[in-house]
């Protein structure tokens, strides 16, 4: 599989960091999976009394301690619910099998590690792959809610009204107060056509929370990564990044080929509601902006074990002045370019309003054929070795967009940043 980050309306594109290597973690996973299986084996083939059931202590060791687990207590809620259930009958042994891989995962507070059972693993091939039907917009969990990281350019969710930083507060009259992303997620997808009912919170421009309901009618979401428009008759390449995914790196070259031939002498990166992608790509991108061998992001993993990326290949905007334009639907790939420019050159200049704060690294480590555990392993850290993590990226210059701006169509923070690149220019 590809170095994936992110997932579309979805989950939030977490950095999905698919290594070959990182054995030690993917053969902790195997052997507890594998332990679990064997045990529901036993218990679903010889149908058994809890009591009856070998393993119902197991001793869980680690460097720091080791603890006992009473796994008696979980074949008495299986049994239990087995026999006490009003729709027992109807209940699937496997899929309870992963629900309780699910609960093991949810343990450990950590909203983007989870368990891909078929269904989510199919689903995420899809929406990799560049085309799917759902709403498009980007979701990840902040300070413990639901949460609007983007809604894709042109989407359903645009459409609808929906904006970086709503809290999504009922999903078709259902409170998601208790709901991981994955189920707001599986909620919010559908066929084409489709209507999906949500209750979102806002704060509005005077501060005061406010509710509304919106109705979005699902789509074919198709993502596109790159576009680029000229301004001060060719001078400025704005150049819009909507995503890192698999033909970013194809599209960014081609932008680059027309700005050369424009001759544009400044470029604006607008990284503005893009949610992330691909880590590999964002490391790329940000290569044709910094010299060879320069730290584009930082990973920090479990023993505090610090590895630097660094750029590569050819960098033809080395010398070109840069803005960037930030705000809080900017996240993990986003924010992995933004802090490698702002880090590296003294010249950039970051303009719009503080980012998501998404920056933690997930490896995806198939399980089966068709399920996968997608696993927190490291967080990363800027250059300069500044954590983002529910942090975020500060801009250098803030210029808010308000409710009024969105209605009538103004762009302050765009404007703000040709008036910055004008004067670079002079």
Do not use: C
Request: negative net charge.
């Amino acid at each position: 599989m590809n170095e994936q980050e992110e997932i579309t309306v979805g989950l939030p594109k977490e950095h999905v960091h698919n290594k070959n290597t990182s054995r030690v973690l993917m053969t902790f996973v195997a052997l507890l999976f594998s332990a679990i299986f064997f045990v529901f084996g036993f218990s679903v083939g010889s149908d058994h009394q809890s009591k009856d059931v070998p393993f119902d202590f197991a001793q869980v060791q680690n460097k720091e301690n080791s603890e006992n687990v009473d796994f008696g207590l979980f074949w008495e809620v299986w049994d239990l619910v087995r026999e006490k259930y009003v729709d027992h009958d109807n209940l699937k042994a496997q899929d309870m099998v992963y629900g309780a891989i699910n609960g093991m995962l949810a343990a450990t507070g950590d909203p983007y590690t989870v368990f891909l059972d078929p269904e989510d693993n199919a689903a995420l091939s899809e929406e990799l792959s560049g085309s799917f039907e759902g709403i498009g917009a980007e979701v990840g969990m902040k300070d413990g809610i639901v949460t609007i990281v983007t809604p894709l350019e042109e989407s359903p969710a645009q459409k609808a009204g929906l904006r970086a930083g709503d809290k999504i507060v009922e999903i078709e009259g259902e409170a998601t107060a208790n709901m991981t992303i994955d189920d707001a997620v599986k909620r919010m997808r559908g066929p084409k056509g489709t209507e999906l009912h949500l209750k979102i919170f806002r704060m509005s421009d005077a501060v005061d929370a406010q509710t509304q309901d919106l109705i979005v009618t699902r789509d074919t979401i198709h993502l596109d990564s790159v576009r680029v428009s000229f301004l001060e008759n060719d001078s400025i390449a704005h150049i819009k990044i909507l995503q890192f995914g698999d033909e970013t790196i194809r599209e960014f070259n081609q932008v680059i080929a027309d700005v050369m031939s424009r001759k544009s002498q400044g470029v604006i990166v607008d990284v503005r509601n893009n949610p992330g992608g691909i880590l590999h790509t964002s490391t790329i991108v940000a290569s044709k902006f910094l010299p060879n061998n320069a730290v584009v992001v930082i990973e920090e993993d479990a023993q505090d074990k610090r590895t630097n990326l660094y750029t590569s290949g050819a960098h033809p905007f080395l010398d070109v002045p840069v803005v960037v334009l930030i705000n809080e639907g900017s996240a993990s790939a986003s924010e992995i370019l933004a802090g490698a420019l702002r880090d590296n050159r003294d010249d950039v200049v970051l303009i719009g309003q503080k980012s998501f704060g998404k920056g933690s690294v997930q490896e995806l480590i198939p399980m089966s054929d068709t399920t996968a555990a997608k696993i927190t392993v490291a967080k990363w850290l800027t250059p300069n070795g500044e954590q983002i993590n529910e942090i975020g990226i500060e801009p250098d210059e803030k210029i808010e967009y308000t409710n009024e701006d969105y209605e009538k169509e103004k762009d302050p923070q765009l404007d703000r940043a040709v008036e910055i690149m004008k004067e670079k220019l002079k």
